[in-house]
């Protein structure tokens, strides 16, 4: 296992991340966005240096 990087986008707004958030490896449940609106669109993005050798797998909730 590697660690992982994910930020939130604001498709709407912008095509960039707003901030980067640090996923340990096995860290469990961890939030990468706060406070977000309700019906805003956002897409999570996920940086890992292992990608093409492990699956990487996200859960999300709403």
């Not at 999570?44 to 492990?54: C, G, H, P, Q």
């Amino acid at each position: 296992m590697y660690a992982t990087e994910a930020c939130v986008i604001f498709v709407d707004k912008t095509d960039a991340c707003n901030y980067w958030t640090y996923l340990p490896t096995n860290s469990g449940w961890i939030t990468v966005a706060t406070n977000v609106r309700d019906g805003v669109n956002f897409r999570v993005r996920f940086e890992n240096l292992r990608y093409e050798y492990e699956p990487l797998i996200a859960y999300h909730a709403f």
